[in-house]
């Protein structure tokens, strides 16, 4: 079993910046791929990006891509999203999640267990 636990959510203005974090326990974090999803008011669950076991290779949707970040520090335990240049679309509840699976995860049916997701808002 792997607990996910994040952080760094909040209300932010549009242009601003916020990093998220996924503190992970009860398991070897680096056997685990990582994925970021988000959940908008009255939108389904949407998949924003996923890393890889050892972090060598990041994929992210078009949506944020050369705005978001996706990093892991696998001595820590913590997966990261750096998100830059905030637009008010990207308001959300943003969900951290872990596969088993080896590879870039992009879909929520390969993932095994979730964080509890922060709320995210962008707003002047």
């Known amino acids: 079993q792997v607990q996910l636990v994040e952080s760094g959510g909040g209300l932010v203005q549009p242009g601003g910046s916020l990093r998220l974090s996924c503190a992970a326990s009860?398991?070897?974090?680096?056997?685990?791929?990582m994925g970021w999803f988000r959940q908008a008011p009255g939108k389904e669950r949407e998949f924003v990006g996923t890393?890889?076991?050892?972090?060598?290779?990041?994929y992210s949707v078009a949506a944020v891509r050369g705005r978001f970040t996706i990093s892991r520090d696998n001595a820590k335990n913590t997966l990261y999203l750096q998100m830059n240049s905030l637009k008010p679309e990207d308001t959300a509840v943003y969900y951290c999640?872990?596969?088993?699976?080896?590879?870039?995860?992009?879909?929520?049916?390969?993932?095994?267990?979730w964080g509890q997701g922060p709320q995210v808002t962008v707003s002047s």
């Open positions: 009860g398991h070897t974090f680096s056997n685990y791929a």
């Open positions: 890393i890889t076991r050892n972090g060598d290779s990041t």
């Open positions: 999640a872990a596969s088993k699976i080896r590879g870039l995860i992009v879909a929520g049916p390969g993932y095994d267990y």
